[in-house]
């Protein structure tokens, strides 16, 4: 039997929870670093020495100056392998076990809020800030970029070869939504670990630690073709989107070895939650 008018379906509103995370300080500065990285790495770039000997075998941030898109794809290339994991990291590995380490987790279920639903309400608002923490950085590479080195045409690491930037731009969305699915396998094992503990560091820590030990073993050699399922090993197959023949396969594997690790992972945080004794 339940209360006149109460409706699961109704319980803890997006827009609620959408609120209160905005509002947290975690939030706000975690966004606040991350639009202000571009603008760090244009103050370094124009203080530091011009490196740029205008041949082949060029590095990504050889040609960071060259315009707008080439500095994104610098920045981008800078943050993905541990500041936006970390940003990805935090918003999903915080979002349970802070309700449990301030003692509200009990308390949300007891109004009451189906498991499942404050679940799945938890980890939409956390996926949307992952994406958005994920979008910041090459929008705002773009925008520092070409104010600071001007709106070119994009020349490729390795062979200097130049490609016309407005043939780049739709390139550059999919390298965008790329970095967004990579980030599933941070997103997916923080939510795990956030429903697995009342420690937010400890989940936020324990996601950035294994992914930093899967970056190691990704180096060992010895692996051989075991490496290709580590789940960071396809991180930076976007590069080959932005070659002259586009290359996607290398994403389209990173792709479905994210998307794997990410579902399992999630089953296994709702069917943790659902048979945990919530007492905080």
Sequence with gaps: MTATGYSPGRTLPLRVEFVRQFRRRRTMVMFALLAALPWILVIAFQFGPNNNNGGSGLRISDLATEGGLNFAAFALSVSASFLLMVAVALFCGDTVASEANWSSLRYLLAAPIPRDRLLRQKLIVALTYSAAAVTVVPVMAVLAGT??????????????????????????????????????????????????????????????????????????????????????????????????????????????????????????AFRRFRRKDVVS
Excluded: C, H
């Design 147 to 268: 104010i600071t080195f001007g709106w070119n045409d994009v020349r490729v690491p390795g062979t200097g070869e130049v490609i016309a930037a407005v043939d780049v731009l739709p390139k550059f969305g999919i390298v965008i939504l790329y970095a967004m699915v990579t980030n599933l396998v941070v997103a997916s094992l923080a939510f795990l670990l956030s429903v697995s503990t009342d420690s937010p560091l400890g989940a936020v820590g324990g996601a950035v630690g294994l992914v930093i030990v899967s970056t190691i073993l990704q180096a060992v050699e010895a692996l051989g073709g075991l490496r290709e399922f580590l789940p960071t090993f396809w991180n930076t197959a976007w590069l080959d989107a932005l070659a002259p023949v586009p290359d996607y396969s290398g994403m389209i594997k990173g792709s479905a070895v994210a998307v794997t690790y990410a579902a399992v992972l999630l089953a296994l």
